[in-house]
């Protein structure tokens, strides 16, 4: 093998790494699993010799509740965490079918490859290997990016949506009814999303289940303690206002930590993208200002070979500072 054929094989691999695993949203299922085997364990340790008859009743009620869900939620975590294709597209709010996508990954691999060729002025091999990379990396880096910008505007929105079902069902509304007016009177995503709700339920879905639905097409904790509240009261009662009350509390209170995590690790996340793009803009700097001077790392096997290490070692540098900079909570 070539050091060009090594160049391009180290490009190729840093690229279907990072895509692999740099800009994938990790799953959630094992701290899903913890947290509802502390619950569980809380709940079986409890003691129901002081409750009267009735609440112990409704206590076992609650306790089947909760197991039936733990292993539910489980399941449906591990499915969240890898959704398909079409599954990220409807997430990111595109029209795109599966075709199209795959069509407009070919389109961008010919146009880097012709980029590569008529401006970077590399041979057939290194523009075919930077084609492919590019036609894998930026379809996905879009879609990511627009899902992502969905999820965020959903969960700002989601509290006022909770706060409005509460509302209405303090004022003798019925939950279906304080469901129609978001789907009615909300900004997207969340008005789709819940009109969405109300039309499967309109076509016979229970309620539990296609709040479910709605927890699956947006992955989101919010979405997902949402869908638990509905689906235990549907099936043991209580006071839904209080329960959606409460959780609006712990949505506003994890948006606040959010925001507190940002403003924290602002300077790390600013000193990051500063290291990480000061190499390859200085690098487009001297290729405008003396194009001779780094024209020895396209023409020459060794500089091919030093573009490519060091491809691979800005590519793992920018990997490492995101896992620092980047907070779970």
């Not at 340790?45 to 409750?51: G, I, M, N, R, T």
């Not at 990111?92 to 060729?117: C, Q």
């Not at 235990?232 to 995590?261: D, Y």
């Not at 573009?307 to 980047?326: K, N, Q, T, Y």
Request: aromatic residues 6%.
């Amino acid at each position: 093998m070539s050091v060009l054929q090594i160049a391009v094989f180290c490009f190729i691999s840093v690229s279907l790494f990072a895509l692999i695993f740099g800009w994938t949203t990790p799953s959630d299922a094992t701290r899903l699993r913890e947290r509802m085997d502390r619950l569980g364990g809380r709940n079986d340790a409890e003691s129901l010799d002081s409750l009267s008859l009735e609440d112990q009743r409704r206590k076992r009620r609650v306790r089947e509740s909760l197991r039936e869900l733990r292993a539910r939620e489980i399941g449906r975590a591990r499915r969240r965490a890898k959704p398909t294709l079409t599954g990220r597209l409807r997430q990111a709010g595109l029209d795109w079918t599966r075709k199209s996508y795959v069509t407009g990954s070919a389109a961008v691999s010919v146009l880097a490859v012709v980029a590569a060729l008529l401006v970077l002025r590399l041979s057939v091999l290194p523009a075919l290997g930077f084609g492919v990379a590019a036609g894998l990396v930026l379809p996905h880096l879009y879609v990511s990016h627009k899902r992502a910008q969905r999820f965020k505007k959903f969960s700002a929105d989601f509290p006022n949506a909770i706060d409005i079902i509460v509302r209405g069902v303090r004022s003798g509304m019925a939950l279906a009814d304080g469901l129609k007016t978001i789907a009615a009177e909300m900004d997207e995503p969340v008005r789709s999303e819940f009109a969405t709700v109300v039309r499967d339920q309109t076509l016979g879905v229970p309620l539990d289940e296609a709040v479910q639905r709605l927890a699956d097409r947006m992955p989101l904790s919010e979405t997902s303690f949402f869908a638990i509240v509905i689906g235990i009261q549907s099936k043991t009662g209580g006071n839904l206002s209080e329960a959606l009350s409460n959780l609006s509390k712990v949505v506003r209170g994890r948006k606040h930590i959010a925001a507190k995590i940002r403003a924290m690790s602002s300077e790390a996340i600013s000193s990051a993208a500063i290291i990480g793009s000061m190499p390859p803009l200085v690098m487009g700097v001297l290729f405008l200002v003396s194009p001779d001077y780094l024209s020895v790392l396209f023409t020459t096997g060794m500089g091919n070979l030093i573009l490519g290490g060091s491809l691979v070692w800005m590519g793992i540098g920018c990997m490492v500072m995101r896992g620092m900079i980047r907070f779970d909570y």
